[in-house]
């Protein structure tokens, strides 16, 4: 899995995995039970990992999807 975004916005999160599953990528959000650690304060932010093999074709649709800046450096 690489890490393809890395954020505390539930929309981008919510966002992300659809358009990942809509592509047929498969998606994990990792550290969302951080927040219990960190109080809900946010400051722990939540990595979106995809396939490997995939991860120029997902940075490709975030992209298009007009999010580019959302995109982890390669």
């Not at 929309?11 to 219990?36: C, K, T, W, Y």
């Not at 939540?46 to 580019?68: F, H, K």
Request: glycine share 6%; charged share 25%.
């Amino acid at each position: 899995m690489i890490e393809l975004v890395r954020t505390n916005d539930p929309v981008i999160i919510s966002f992300v995995e659809s358009l990942m599953r809509d592509a047929g990528i498969g998606v994990m959000v990792a550290d969302q039970n951080m927040s219990v650690l960190d109080g809900s304060l946010g400051i722990l932010p939540r990595r979106i990992l995809v396939e490997a093999a995939r991860a120029d074709e997902a940075r490709r649709i975030l992209t298009d999807a007009g999010i580019a800046n959302e995109l982890r450096p390669t």
